[in-house]
């Protein structure tokens, strides 16, 4: 069975399999509330992406555009994309799902940043995300990870 990645609906059949994953997750890793603020009918406007295994949700993220006007991380600054969430169900972990989305965000070919939690800093750096080299507002209690599209490679200073 071929895994693929899906955006993910806005609407209440969402929110159920959502309540899968909190039922293993923490607290930060939980997309509900996410989820709730965003909740219109199947809006196409969609943040969250995941990959079914038959009919059942096992990994999912949530992925934003930023604007370059807020880019504290990429010179120039420049639109990026920010992971915000990545789980994938136990059960279903090695098994190249992680990878999968990230390899999807990958393929929009923009920086991407992330703040890895839940001991996924590993992951991150082992799928070419590097650490940011130079001081970033700590008050936001980040430690961030990015990755450059090929041919980008430059970090503010």
Request: no cysteine; aromatic share 16%.
């Amino acid at each position: 069975m071929t895994a693929k990645v899906e955006k993910l609906k806005i609407n209440y059949k969402t929110m159920e399999e959502f309540k899968k994953f909190k039922e293993y997750g923490v607290q930060e890793l939980s997309m509900l509330e996410d989820l709730e603020a965003n909740m219109i009918e199947d809006d196409s406007l969609s943040p969250f992406y995941g990959i079914y295994f038959g009919d059942k949700l096992v990994a999912r993220m949530s992925l934003y555009r930023r604007d370059s006007r807020f880019d504290q991380y990429f010179e120039p600054p420049q639109d990026y994309l920010e992971i915000w969430k990545l789980e994938v169900l136990p059960g279903y972990q090695n098994k190249k799902y992680g990878q999968k989305l990230i390899n999807y965000a990958k393929s929009y070919n923009m920086p991407i940043k992330t703040n890895p939690r839940m001991n996924s800093r590993k992951f991150f750096e082992n799928l070419g995300f590097k650490p940011v080299t130079y001081e970033v507002d700590r008050d936001l209690g980040e430690n961030p990870l990015v990755w450059y599209p090929e041919g980008v490679t430059e970090q503010k200073h």
